[in-house]
């Protein structure tokens, strides 16, 4: 107790501080990788050091910790290749802290939601396959190079022509950004995700949705030209079998409002809050 009561009296302000950094910096990371591959991976390295520790503690294990000090730089540069998608993911949200205050009204967003839906469920009625990308945050210029440049209004007609099957553009996907289709055609990565039994039938439209997901915050809006189904992919998940008035209610609950979404985007209940689609009335 005298000892514990010394190391109390030794503690200053300064070490408090200095703690409360390091554990902001940890949670901070966890709360990046959380709902990842990521998880698996650290939880992974963690144990590995945990074995390690044992054995060259509890045994005199000369070889085997020359092996150790020999292979941990190796470790260490490749941890940033392992966790790429999250550290990616990390410099973005930093990057998001000045558009905080970036978008336009409200009013603005629910028609270009309300127009999505709609072309989504006409298309989904003539069975028209259809690919249509919403940009939130990070930028998709890169594929946006890939594809035509429309740079018009949204609208349920407009979404209905491009993905007519007579038209060329159909295939590809539409890039959508602050109420406008901005290029269609598009080509968007397909996912590199493990395909579980129940997706194993998904088409390329889908993979893609996925795919862009992975990569980006965008919301990537599939309808299914063999059964007319309606899906929503969104980091690296896809909600499907979806009719317009659902199909509207879930894009609210991941596009708007964006002041609101980035601020709560940085705090564990709040990104669980938006990133979980309210149940339908």
Not at 151 to 163: C, G, P, V
Not at 239 to 247: E, V
């Amino acid at each position: 107790m005298n000892e514990l009561w010394y190391l109390v009296q030794t503690i200053t302000l300064a070490n408090v501080v200095d703690i409360l950094l390091v554990a902001l910096v940890f949670y901070l990371l966890l709360i990046l990788i959380r709902g990842t591959r990521g998880v698996q991976l650290l939880r992974g390295v963690i144990l590995i050091v945990l074995v390690v520790l044992a054995l060259t503690s509890v045994v005199a294990l000369p070889a085997f910790g020359w092996l150790i000090d020999k292979t941990i730089p190796a470790l260490l540069l490749a941890l940033p290749i392992i966790f790429q998608p999250e550290l990616r993911r990390a410099f973005e949200r930093v990057g998001q802290a000045g558009s905080l205050f970036r978008g336009f009204r409200e009013d603005q967003e629910g028609e270009f939601i309300f127009g999505v839906a709609q072309a989504c469920q006409r298309l989904s009625e003539r069975r028209h396959g259809a690919l249509i990308v919403l940009e939130r945050d990070t930028g998709l210029q890169e594929y946006l190079d890939t594809g035509t440049e429309v740079d018009a209004k949204l609208s349920r007609q407009l979404l209905e022509t491009i993905f007519y099957p007579s038209t060329e553009l159909h295939d590809g996907a539409v890039l959508a950004s602050n109420g406008k289709v901005m290029a269609a055609g598009c080509v968007m990565p397909l996912s590199a995700g493990k395909v579980h039994g129940g997706e194993r039938h998904l088409g390329l439209r889908h993979r893609a949705a996925l795919g862009i997901s992975e990569v980006s915050d965008a919301i990537a809006v599939v309808v299914s030209e063999e059964t007319g189904q309606i899906a929503v992919a969104h980091n690296g998940r896809m909600i499907r079998r979806l009719d317009a008035s659902r199909l509207e209610t879930i894009l609210r609950a991941f596009y708007q409002p964006r002041i609101r979404r980035n601020w709560l985007a940085w705090l564990p209940f709040g990104r669980k809050r938006l990133e979980t689609p309210p149940e339908p009335r």
